[in-house]
């Protein structure tokens, strides 16, 4: 693992955890000297774990849409700001640069972006290990509900399982690194479907 990911809110959120979270994780991907690959926003938790990791030392690449930058929220202190066209170049873009994938605490847009990079692992299409840094109780109830639509067959328990979680940054760092992608045959690939 080389690159890590990020996806996180424009907003910093209303608990002083969210921030602290942020700047915890960018702190250890700079200290297991990993790049920084975000959405290279600088206002919200973007904004905290950008300046955080570049104060740190570290390498960091943002991916944003030229409407991001006309509107002057892009960051342009980082190592690198790749400007792309729409918000589908920039997930690509984001997912080719990247390694693992962690969600801090944000809206629909930190929602869409990993739900879609955890269907592209649930459908094989990369085999890169997703997770929730789950601050201060924030992703509590999205777990019961992922629990909740195994239980009514809607996701398959292994396919639950590749949704890593943990509340400290390390340690879901070093299950990113250590996960290898479990071999399920997913169920539209079956003949008996």
């Known amino acids: 693992m080389k690159a890590v990911c990020v996806f996180c809110g424009s907003n910093t959120g209303v ?3 969210y921030r602290l979270a942020a ?4 702190r250890e991907i700079v200290a297991q000297d990993l790049t920084l690959v975000y959405g290279g926003g600088k206002v919200g938790l973007m904004g905290v774990i950008g300046d955080t990791a570049m104060a740190a030392g570290g390498r960091v690449i943002g991916v944003t849409p030229r409407r991001l930058v006309e509107k002057e929220v892009a960051h342009a202190g980082l190592t690198e700001l790749h400007v792309v066209e729409s918000m589908h170049e920039r997930k690509a873009m984001m997912a080719e640069l990247s390694d693992a994938f962690i969600a801090l605490p944000g809206g629909v847009g930190t929602f869409e972006e990993f739900f879609e990079v955890l269907t592209w692992s649930q459908l094989g299409f990369h085999a890169k290990p997703c997770g929730l840094l789950n601050v201060a109780g924030y992703y509590d109830q999205l ?10 067959g809607f996701i398959r328990r292994e396919h639950r399982g590749i949704v890593l979680t943990d509340t400290e940054p390390a340690r879901l760092l070093d299950q990113l690194d250590t996960f290898r992608m479990p071999a399920v045959t997913k169920w539209i690939d079956r003949a008996s479907s």
Request: hydrophobic share 45%; aromatic share 6%; charged share 30%.
């Open 15 to 17: 608990l002083p955890e």
């Open 23 to 26: 700047e915890m994780l960018a």
């Open 143 to 152: 777990l019961r509900f992922l629990d909740h639509s195994v239980e009514q």
